[in-house]
C-alpha cells in the first residue's frame, strides 16, 4: 500500500514561516508530479501547488504565489512546501498528492490518485 505521510504542521503568527514535508513509502515517485491541496473547514479541497516529476516545473495557485515555494527531493522520495508570510486565510488542512501516471506539470485534482492524511496549518492574526 503506497503512503504519503505529511509532516511540519502547527500553529503560528501571521507573518510566520512553515515548511511542510511529505514522504512516500513503499513506492517511488521518481517519475510522478507532485502536488500540495489544502481544504478549510467547510470548504472544497483546492489546488495549492503542484511540481512536475524532475522539479524543472511549478505552478502555484494566486493566492500562495510569491509566498510558497514547492520543491522535490528525488533521492529522499520527499516533497516539501516552503510556507512564509504566512496570513490567517492560509489556515487549512494541507494534503499531499502524488499523480497516477502523470510525470509533467498538473494542477487538476483528478490527476493526484495517492493521498496523504493531511497536516493542520493553523495561521493566527
Known amino acids: 500500500q503506497v503512503q504519503l505521510v505529511e509532516s511540519g504542521g502547527g500553529l503560528v503568527q501571521a507573518g510566520a514561516s512553515l515548511r511542510l514535508s511529505c514522504a512516500a513509502s513503499?513506492?517511488?515517485?521518481?517519475?510522478?508530479?507532485m502536488a500540495w491541496f489544502r481544504q478549510a473547514p467547510g470548504k472544497e479541497r483546492d489546488f495549492v501547488a503542484a511540481?512536475?516529476?524532475?522539479?524543472?516545473?511549478?505552478d502555484y495557485a494566486d493566492s500562495v504565489k510569491g509566498r510558497f515555494i514547492i520543491s522535490r527531493d528525488n533521492a529522499k522520495n520527499t516533497v516539501y512546501l516552503q510556507m512564509n508570510s504566512l496570513k490567517p486565510e492560509d489556515t487549512a488542512v494541507y494534503y499531499c498528492?502524488?499523480?497516477?501516471?502523470?510525470?509533467?506539470?498538473?494542477?487538476?485534482?483528478?490527476?493526484?490518485?495517492?493521498w496523504g492524511q493531511g497536516t493542520q496549518v493553523t495561521v493566527s492574526s
Open positions: 498528492a502524488a499523480s497516477g501516471v502523470i510525470s509533467y506539470l498538473t494542477i487538476l485534482r483528478a490527476d493526484y490518485h495517492y
Open positions: 513503499r513506492h517511488t515517485f521518481i517519475n510522478n508530479a
Open positions: 511540481i512536475n516529476w524532475n522539479g524543472g516545473r511549478t
